[in-house]
């Protein structure tokens, strides 16, 4: 199985999201990883509003119930399970997903999108 290491599981707090970046210059390509248990859920850090970062400081992508992720600019929420927006100005769109997993030893690994924006 391919796949690039991101982090350890227990570095994101459970029930929260981290954000990374991968690649470097036109290839840069911000995601985050949020956490439910020993599940692991990525999306391209992107909201399909207008195209902001959700988080309004580092790593900070949940809204105060914990619930879903909240976009910081409009407020949109989307679920961790599968990027749906249930609520705000991009109502039933979706985040783009980054594929990710959580091996059994507790690492994260990210599988690059090499189609280069191809996918979702
Ligand atoms: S940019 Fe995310 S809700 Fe507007």
Do not use: K
């Not at 690649?23 to 985050?32: S, T, V, Y």
């Not at 949940?62 to 705000?88: K, N």
Request: aromatic residues 6%; negative net charge; charged residues 20%.
């Amino acid at each position: 199985m391919t796949g690039r290491p991101l982090c350890r599981l227990q570095e994101i707090p459970d029930g929260q999201a981290r954000g990374f970046t991968l690649g470097h210059g036109a290839a840069r390509q911000d995601i985050l990883v949020a956490r439910r248990g020993g599940t692991v859920f990525g999306y391209v850090n992107s909201c399909p509003h207008a195209g902001s970062p959700l988080d309004w400081t580092p790593d900070r992508f949940m809204s105060p119930d914990g619930r879903h992720l909240m976009c910081a600019t409009h407020g949109a929420l989307f679920r961790v399970e599968d990027g749906y927006c249930v609520a705000g100005p991009c109502e039933g769109t979706a985040l783009r997903s980054a594929m990710v997993r959580c091996l059994e030893d507790g690492t994260v690994l990210v599988v690059p999108d090499d189609g280069a924006g191809a996918a979702g």
